[in-house]
Every structure is written in C-alpha cells, then in structure tokens.
C-alpha cells in the first residue's frame, strides 16, 4: 500500500513539479495556501485531523528582500509575514503532524532549508534567518520523536530549476549560476532521491543535507 505525503507549498512552482516525481510511489496531497492557511494553527489541526498522513514535506515558503535598516512601518508586514508562514507556518505544520504519527508510531517530516541559512547575501536577513530556524528545529524534533519511529530532517537547497529562484532577476540568476561548481540549477528529480532516502531510511534523522551543486559562498 502506498504511503500518504502532505506536501505543503505543493502547488508552488519546485512543489508542484515535485508532485509529478514522487507520486509514481506515493499517494500524494499538494497543498497550497487555499487549501490550509498554515497560519492558522487550528486549520492545519484540522487537516491532520481528518486525513491520514505518514509522510509531510514542507515547501511552503515566502520571501522579501530589503536591508535590515530599510524595513519600515511601510513595509514591517512584509517582514511579520516572512515569520507568519516560514517559522509558525512551519511550526504549525510540524506540531500537529506529530500528534498522529506519535500514535502510531510512524512518520517521516522533511523540512526545506536553504544555502542562505548559512551563507547569507544582503537584503536577505529575515529570510535566512528563518531558514536557520528550521535547520534548528530539525535537529529538536529528531530529538524528541526518535524513540518513536518517527525521522525529521531538512533539505538545504541551493538554486533549483524553479521556484523562488526565478524571482531572481535573470542577470544576477545567471551569475550566480557561474559561481556554481556544477554550472547549472539543480533538478527537481534530484530532490526527489533525497527525500525518498529519508522516507525509507529510518536511522537517519536529525540531519541537514546540502543539495547544492557543491556551491559554497
């Protein structure tokens, strides 16, 4: 019997082509914001809730460049927004998912970090910041849940063939893409081997692993 992901951010643009990859294997739910607002801590209580889940990836994510002293009462939304969906979002998501998977013993979270979580660039502060959250938060959760059957690790990204790395302005993109060892974007497929890895390998938990090309700032 196929095993059931939640794939959150599932109808983003990396999600959504992940979707296609992982779905030969699995039984597979994207979901985007109109389907559970991971905001709010009730709705995504009430996803797990109704569905049985052995299985969540957490895509979803927001960004919003600016220099820390350029954040203003203009724009301090944005800002609370960044840390709305990719620190409670994740939260959210992770909190409630255990409480099922605890019970029976199963379950396997996969959070997506990203290169910026330790080789951040300007103007990108609170992002980063929040993807060293959840490279954190990985490691507390392995912890906690180990005894359990349950793994949690999280996939630090590098730039990717879609995404938020098309909101990057081409020229810059493809800099950045001349700075990469390998010379081109990952491939949504390679993320797939990875996460089928940490669904079928259960003593690893805890970790982060670095997909990206072999870039290092």
């Known amino acids: 019997m196929k095993k059931n992901i ?18 030969l294997k699995y039984n ?23 569905n049985e889940i052995d299985i969540v990836l957490n895509f979803s994510g927001v960004n919003y460049d600016s220099f820390m002293h350029k954040y203003s009462k ?10 709305d969906i990719n620190i409670k979002g994740t939260s959210n ?10 019970e029976k013993k199963y379950g396997r ?3 997506v970090s990203s290169i910026l979580a330790e080789s951040p660039v300007v103007s990108t502060g ?22 359990k059957g349950i793994t949690c690790n999280s ?8 995404g938020l790395t098309y909101d990057i302005p081409e020229e810059f993109r493809n800099g950045i893409i001349k700075t990469i060892p390998m010379k081109r974007l990952g491939k949504v497929k390679e993320i797939a081997k990875i996460i089928e ?6 003593y690893i938990t805890g970790t982060n692993i670095k997909v990206n090309g072999g870039l290092d700032f």
């Open 93 to 102: 998501i992770v909190s409630n998912a255990l409480v099922k998977m605890r």
């Open 197 to 202: 890895m940490f669904i079928d390998v259960e």
């Open 74 to 83: 203009e724009n301090i939304k944005e800002r609370d927004r960044l840390i």
């Open 155 to 162: 996939i630090q990204l590098g730039y990717f063939d879609g």
């Open 109 to 111: 979270i996969v959070l």
């Open 28 to 50: 597979v739910i994207p979901l985007g914001s109109k389907d559970v607002d991971i905001q709010d801590f009730e709705a995504v209580s009430d996803f797990f809730q109704h």
């Open 6 to 23: 939640a794939l959150f951010g599932g109808t983003g643009g990396l999600g959504s082509q992940l979707v296609e990859e992982l779905k």
């Open 126 to 147: 609170i992002y980063a910041g929040c993807k060293g959250f959840i490279d954190s938060l990985t490691k507390t959760v392995a912890l906690e849940n180990a005894s």
